[in-house]
Structures are given as structure tokens and as C-alpha cells.
């Protein structure tokens, strides 16, 4: 099992920019696949973007272009860069673990508390 803590959420304006971190501690990390989910108020979990062990990324439509999943396998961190936000981004923002990167939630064994985004207009 590995522990994931979120930080780094908080209040933006639309447009603005915000970076997410994760740290995971309890198992070798650069083994590890990681995934950023969302979940906005009233809605289902959804995928944002996940990196694999080897660094490979993939990110819902949504998000492409203006999300960066990165990873420091030294910090046993992976990050989520966000620009050019807006209300829509609002959510809590989970990471999770699993072993192969994957956009399905049920991939992942492993996730962290969440982090509140607020974009606000």
C-alpha cells in the first residue's frame, strides 16, 4: 500500500494558474503509475491525466493543452501544472497509485485525501 498527500489547491481566477503536488511514501514510487482525478460537486469521479512509471502521459479532453502531469521520482512526487483555468476546473483534485497508468478510477488501489480547486470567474 502507498500513502498519497495532496497539496497546493486553493482560490484562482479564471485564467490563472495553479500547481498540484503529491507525495507518496510506503512503496518504491518510480515503480508506480499515477493518476490526477477530479470531482466536482455533485458529480462522478472523473480521469484529468495520468503518467506511467516510464513518464508517458495521457490527459482527458478537457484538460489537453492546459494540464502537464510531471513526476520527480527523487521527491517521490508527481505534480499536476494547471493554466488557463477556469469555473469548470472547479473540484477536488485526487492523485492515486495503481500499476499500470490507466484513465479507469478502478485501476487505482491507492489514493490520496483531495485537494479543493475553486476557480472562481
Known amino acids: 500500500q502507498v500513502q498519497l498527500v495532496e497539496s497546493g489547491g486553493g482560490l484562482v481566477q479564471a485564467g490563472g494558474s495553479l500547481r498540484l503536488s503529491c507525495a507518496a511514501s510506503?512503496?518504491?514510487?518510480?515503480?508506480?503509475?499515477m493518476g490526477w482525478f477530479r470531482q466536482a460537486p455533485g458529480k462522478e469521479r472523473e480521469f484529468v491525466a495520468c503518467?506511467?512509471?516510464?513518464?508517458?502521459?495521457t490527459y482527458a479532453d478537457s484538460v489537453q493543452g492546459r494540464f502537464t502531469i510531471s513526476r520527480d521520482n527523487a521527491k517521490n512526487t508527481v505534480y499536476l501544472q494547471m493554466i488557463s483555468v477556469n469555473p469548470e476546473d472547479t473540484a477536488v483534485y485526487y492523485c492515486?497509485?495503481?500499476?499500470?497508468?490507466?484513465?479507469?478510477?478502478?485501476?487505482?488501489?491507492?489514493w490520496g485525501q483531495g485537494t479543493q480547486v475553486t476557480v472562481s470567474s
Open positions: 492515486a497509485a495503481a500499476i499500470v497508468a490507466s484513465r479507469a478510477t478502478n485501476t487505482y488501489g491507492s
Open positions: 510506503g512503496r518504491t514510487f518510480s515503480n508506480l503509475a
Open positions: 503518467i506511467s512509471w516510464t513518464g508517458s502521459t
